[in-house]
């Protein structure tokens, strides 16, 4: 172990048991430390949980409320991403001296080899995906783990020494490190976003910068230059990590920018093209920057531009992130599910390059939809809007004087809508700007119900 998870003869306490709580049960079952599990949702059962998973069999199970009394059998807490540390509960874990780690701390004290980890508001999914094609290209070993999609307790027991892990970290998710210590990081961006779990964008700031905490002196953090809060913390950490910045606005002396559709790495008075824009298959500036801190994070760790550049200029978008569908009766469909806040939903529309229909709204997460909605400018002919927040967003559509907006009761009426009033040579856009659990249980089924939707209206009107 990297770190000593010493228990004390006590147990460990698994907090909830979906995904992340079934990974890191499996875990610590493999490893044969005693440990129970908890669920607040009072509507499981305990044969329900145990049929989850094998790890599940013999521990013990406690539904709806934790009592106090029984908190003292615990040594740690492993927390799920999706349980809020400043829950009544967890602060009586705390105050009865119960160590509160998170699924990516327990991951880690198991794990082996070196760790590249990213996070940010927007583009860590698909600047992760892509840091591990390059990576899997350089190296045989190689695991890509985190809020992509795949819990970094469920890969530990295939890592060796040589194994190179790829990780996608959340806020959530930094709330609960304590020894995590990447070789690498990166932060994205920082814009307003889950504000409902941080409560104050300095709350959120702080967590994003917590990735960085664990790393040694000399180890590398790669950060966006036009991000103002992360180039004021990359001042901060000079004096301790070699910070590699990226800019999309500008010619740097030292790092990674954009200039001319192409890009560069300035290193030492020498600068060398990287790719031009025009070979890659990621649309718009936000994935150039996404593209940036790739190459940052790679060459930091040793690959070299001559391997990089061979992945960059055959990958292709991930899933549910302005993935083109199909086109319908000369109009394209883009599914931009993983557009969850009003800043990667502005990437979104930026992306496109013809008169858009726009399906929007969702889940609450305290978001401000202003600087979304005056990015609308010529390009957004049709806001149609869905869920929880779409009467909040029209009040501010009407309060900037933007009319071309209406209801739809649910996903398929919406694209339904989208289909009638979109003509040949327009797009059909959804980039939600809001979370998705208000009517789906993820973005990712949100996205796909969406294609399927779409793909239906192709077959239809080819019959």
Known sequence: MRVQMNPENKKILVVATGISGIAASELLAANKLAFDVFDGNSKLTEAAIREKSAAFAACGILIGDLPVERMREYAYAILSPGVPTDLPMVESLRENGVKIWGEIELAYAFSKGDVLAITGTNGKTTTTALTGAIMEHAVKDVCVVGNIGIPYTGMVSKMTEKTVT???????????????????????????????????????????????????????????????????????????????????????????????????LALDGKKELVCKVDELQLLGKHNYENVMAAVGITYSYGVSLAQIREVLVRFTAVEHRIEYVTEVAGVKYYNDSKGTNPDAAIQGIRAMNRPTCLIGGGYDKQSDYEDWICAFGEKVKKLVLIGETAQKIADTCERLGFQDYVFASSLQEAVNICYEVAQSGDAVLLSPACASWDMFESYEQRGCMFKDMVRELAAKNVS
């Open 166 to 264: 790829v990780a996608e970290i959340s806020s959530f998710q930094l709330e609960t490190v304590e020894h995590f210590a990447p070789m690498v990081t990166a932060i994205l961006n920082i814009t307003p976003d889950h504000l409902n779990r941080h409560h104050t964008m300095e709350n959120y700031i702080a967590a994003k910068e917590r990735i960085t905490e664990g790393q040694q002196q000399g180890q590398v953090c790669v950060l966006n230059y036009e991000d103002e809060v992360l180039r004021m913390f990359g001042e901060q950490l000079q004096s301790r990590l070699r910070v590699v910045y990226f800019s999309s606005e500008r010619e740097l002396e030292q790092g990674l920018y954009l200039k001319d559709d192409a890009i560069y």
